[in-house]
Structure formats: structure tokens, C-alpha cells
């Protein structure tokens, strides 16, 4: 190999060092690749000003959020921030309406976020019940299905971690609709984790028993809505707070080792706790109802339905919830 004389390398050096000045002194950056702005479709245009911190409902300033903690021994929990509308269907979030109920979603503004919006909208009141598959008994009001409009995410996979859902829960109409604004988790019918909001069954409302996102106990106020947190199986258990309506509110439903390794369920509302439950099942049990063979592991919807527990009066209105993100820490 022909060797090179240190004078003959004077001259290399001196261009390196000149070149780490000027990166030194703030030369530009290379441009974004400008696929990514081309690829983007009308829900991905938030504005900037629209992105949200979810541990503090501010300015976003943790980029990682989005793409997930390194991984590592060392790395700390896994945060997975699912934007919305931006990752709703049809741009990472599946279908998951029942019966034969249109698929009303749309991007709304609301308080200053950008949300995806769910609603029913059932003046006939429903589509035909046209066969169990479609719409099941319990699910008909004289011949016609109840609405029953929903998302969810693609993962399937949702195991031990910590489950947050950021909700603007609307008044509905008419006021004592039988409207839920959901946001669970599911495996199978036997097994799924839920926050259910609504107005509540009038004796539910005057219940002087009746907890308060607040802290206080009695009947609800006009401006409330009841949230029942509640597992569906394994054991069966229900919980319900008044919350404030036309506000945003952090639902979350935290899933810790049990005994056995079996799942423990926190439901929290705005950091507070309100529930908990040991379950009889956990991540390698069964959950095979629709699947032979499926784990006890989740996936994460939200959704608004025309369901009969959650009010007095079936609605043909409009009524809607809006989602700004959900976030899995693992």
C-alpha cells in the first residue's frame, strides 16, 4: 500500500476542520423528505398547534411519543400515542361498527383539539333487524337495530401496562338518552375492561350513594353524565362516577400483575382512582369466544352506541363523542 507522508496529509485535515466549524455554526439541515407531506391524507393535516402532551394536555415536547421508547433494560416504560383523527380508520384504526350501523366518524375541533368525532344518528330508529348475525334480539327496538358505532386499534396484542383514552363527553339528546360514549378494552365478550359514559338510568342519577369525579356523594347534577367502569366477566363488576359533561376528561384502565400473574384492573378518571378489580384471568389465558387458541390480551376501541342500560329514552337524534388520542405505556 503507498504510504502517505504526514505533509502530504496536512492538507485533508485542514478541510475536515473547517468542515466541523461550519456544522459548528449552524449550517442548514438537510431537507424533510417530502414523501411524507405527499403521502398524507385530509385526516393527517392537524395543525401543529392542535398536537397534545397527554401526561399534561399542553404543547407536545416529546417527540418520542409517537414512535415508542428505545427499547432496552434501561429504557423505562413504552409510550405509544395513537393521534386521533390522524390514526383513525382508515389510517391505522380498524372498523368496528355492529349490527348494520353506518359508519358516522368524522374530524371535529372542539376546545382547541383536533378529535375524532363517533356519533349515532338514528331518526328511523336503526336499520332493519334482518337476521342474528346482523343485529341480535336484544339489540331490536320494535324491528330495528340499535346503533352501535365503533373503532379500534390494529394491535391485538394489549397486555400488562397502562391504557388512556382523552374523551370529550357531550350532554346528549334528549337528556336522558340511552347513549354511551365508550372507550374499553376487548378480548372477547367475557372478557372486556370498559369506561361507558352516558346519562345513567334515572334511579342511578338520584342515587344518594352516587360517587363524583370531585370527590362529593349524592345525586347527579343537570350538567353530569355517569361513567360505569366495568368488567364484563371474570368476575363481572361495575362501578359508577358522575363526571362533568362538555369537558374533556382522561380515561384510563391500568393493568398490573396479580396473583398468578393474572391481571389486576385499575380504572382511573383524570389521574383519580375510582375502581379496581382482581381478575380471574391474565395475558397467557384463554380468550378464545371468536378465536381458538387466542391469549387474554386486548385491543383498544372507542365507540358510541344506542345501548338500553345507559339511559331511559332511545334516541333519534344525533348524538356524538369526540376522541383526541389514546396511549399504551408498557
Known amino acids: 500500500m503507498r504510504r502517505l507522508s504526514l505533509f502530504a496529509l496536512l492538507p485533508l485535515v485542514a478541510a475536515v476542520a473547517t468542515s ?10 438537510p431537507a424533510p423528505d417530502a414523501s411524507v407531506a405527499a403521502d398524507a391524507s385530509p385526516l393527517d393535516a392537524t395543525p401543529a398547534s392542535d398536537a397534545r402532551d397527554p401526561r399534561a394536555d399542553g404543547p407536545l415536547d416529546d417527540a418520542s411519543l409517537d414512535a415508542g421508547a428505545p427499547d432496552g433494560p434501561d429504557a423505562g416504560p413504552r409510550v405509544t400515542l395513537d393521534e386521533l383523527p390522524e390514526r383513525a380508520y382508515p389510517n391505522g384504526w380498524l372498523l368496528a361498527t355492529q349490527g348494520n350501523s353506518p359508519a358516522n366518524f368524522g374530524a371535529t ?3 382547541g383539539a ?3 368525532t363517533v ?6 330508529g336503526g336499520g332493519t333487524c334482518a337476521g342474528a348475525l346482523e343485529c ?6 320494535a324491528t330495528r337495530c340499535r346503533q352501535r358505532v365503533k373503532q379500534k386499534s390494529p394491535r391485538q396484542d394489549l397486555g400488562f401496562g397502562e391504557y388512556a383514552w382523552r374523551v370529550y363527553v ?3 339528546t334528549p337528556a336522558d338518552a340511552q347513549v354511551s360514549m365508550g372507550a374499553f378494552l376487548y378480548a372477547d365478550d367475557g372478557h372486556e375492561l370498559d369506561f361507558e359514559c352516558g346519562p345513567g338510568a334515572a334511579a342511578e342519577r338520584a342515587s344518594a350513594a352516587l360517587k363524583h369525579a370531585g370527590g362529593a356523594v349524592g345525586p347527579a347534577a343537570a350538567g353530569e353524565m355517569l361513567c ?5 366477566g371474570g368476575p363481572a363488576s361495575s362501578s359508577i362516577v358522575a363526571v362533568t359533561a362538555n369537558a374533556f376528561h382522561t380515561f384510563a ?28 384471568y391474565g395475558p397467557a389465558d384463554a380468550c378464545d369466544q371468536y378465536v381458538a387458541g387466542r391469549k387474554c390480551t386486548f385491543q383498544a376501541f372507542v365507540s358510541v352506541e344506542n345501548l338500553a342500560f345507559i339511559g331511559d329514552t332511545y334516541p333519534t337524534a344525533r348524538n356524538e363523542a369526540h376522541f383526541d388520542w389514546f396511549r399504551a405505556t408498557e
Not at 341480535?136 to 327496538?141: G, L, M, R, W, Y
Not at 360505569?228 to 364484563?232: E, I, L, P
Open 20 to 29: 466541523f466549524a461550519a456544522c459548528g455554526e449552524g449550517a442548514s439541515a
Open 136 to 141: 341480535t334480539a336484544s339489540q331490536c327496538v
Open 253 to 280: 384502565i391500568a393493568l398490573a400483575k396479580g396473583a398468578s400473574d393474572r391481571y389486576r384492573a385499575t380504572w382511573s378518571i383524570d389521574g383519580a382512582t375510582f375502581a379496581t378489580a382482581d381478575l380471574a
Open 170 to 172: 357531550p350532554t346528549p
Open 109 to 111: 375541533t372542539i376546545a
Open 119 to 124: 356519533f349515532t344518528d338514528d331518526p328511523t
Open 228 to 232: 360505569h367502569m366495568t368488567s364484563q
Open 114 to 116: 383536533s378529535t375524532l
